[in-house]
């Protein structure tokens, strides 16, 4: 049975419970993360748990310094507890809440515990056959607050724009603020235009993506030229390639975007360099075999 943490303890999924005063049920006051494992070998682990310290600290959720390391011995943990530690592929979910008080808008004073939940699950990358097709990505209003690069609960905007990327056939949804293409839904954006690739710089307005960074550590060994600067949607009719980032995303070509091919409508050189690099980044410190191949699984 699905055994998941929740508040110091492991338990069988069902029997988890938290109280209806939870501040992350009533306003999304909290915080996630979501870290791969690669045969049961964590990636980049602490650059995870240094965003959520990040999120924490913006949001001014007390945590104390023995909590936060519990947090990353429970990673392990879960995966053991769930079989998980020889999948080839897994995610830990780990989110923390401002905790369970009655209902105030302002911080409840004394502040409660945080509510801490984690769970582990199996995660795959799409056939190489999926893979070389590439996926379609429709342009969705960015309709989330000023804050998009802290890693919140509060995920509505989200939801609704890959309900609507779902609803039009398409796997992703590409958010557009004041003419610009920022990211996707749950994943950073890179648009390849000639042998450079371009991504919105970190900002307030996109996540610091981990793989993201992982991504633009790759292209750079690879002497692929990255700039970071914003990426003004008139330019994607001269895009040659375009790519999403992320955890389970991991590198996800993109050859349609509102219908119209980009580029040739095919999955190009830069994207397979960059999937290359990135799965050689993983292997490398996960102690992973190599995949062959592009998107080979
Ligand atoms: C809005 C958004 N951007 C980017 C990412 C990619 O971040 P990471 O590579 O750390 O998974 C995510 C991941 O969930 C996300 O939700």
């Excluded at 409660?112 to 990358?125: G, I, L």
């Excluded at 949804?173 to 991504?199: I, K, M, Q």
Aim: hydrophobic share 40%; aromatic share 8%.
């Amino acid at each position: 049975m699905e055994q998941v943490y929740l508040n110091g303890a492991f338990l069988p999924k069902g029997e988890a419970r938290i109280p209806v005063d939870d501040r992350g049920f009533l306003f999304g006051d909290g915080v996630y993360e979501v870290t791969p494992f690669y045969g049961g070998v964590p990636f980049r682990l602490p650059r995870h748990l240094a965003r959520m310290r990040r999120g924490l600290a913006a949001l001014q959720i007390p945590i104390e310094a023995q909590g936060l390391e519990a947090l990353e011995a429970l990673h392990e943990e879960i995966l053991v507890r769930n079989g998980l530690e020889g999948a080839e592929m897994a995610i830990v979910y780990l989110q923390v809440t401002r905790g369970a008080a009655p209902r105030t808008h302002h911080f409840p004073d004394p502040a409660p515990a945080p509510t801490v939940y984690a769970y582990a699950r199996a995660f795959q990358r799409p056939s190489g056959e999926e893979w070389e097709k590439g996926f379609g990505a429709i342009t969705v209003p960015d309709l989330r607050w000023a804050r998009a690069d802290l890693k919140t609960v509060q995920l509505l905007p989200n939801v609704m724009a890959q309900q609507a990327a779902r609803a039009a056939g398409v796997a992703d949804a590409l958010l557009v603020r004041d003419g610009l293409a920022l990211e996707g839904a749950h994943s950073n954006l890179c648009v390849v235009f000639g042998d450079r690739v371009v991504t919105h710089p970190l900002s307030n307005q996109v996540l610091p993506g981990i793989t993201r960074e992982a991504v633009l550590e790759a292209a750079r060994a690879r002497g692929i030229p990255v700039e970071e600067r914003p990426i003004p949607m008139t330019e994607l009719p001269d895009a040659t390639e375009v790519f999403f980032t992320g955890t389970t995303t991991e590198v996800r070509p993109t050859v349609q975007v509102d219908g119209k091919p980009v580029g040739d409508g095919k999955v190009g050189p830069v994207t397979r360099e960059i999937q290359e690099g990135f799965l050689e980044l993983v292997a490398r410190e996960c102690w992973v075999e190599h995949p062959v191949g592009a998107g080979a699984r």
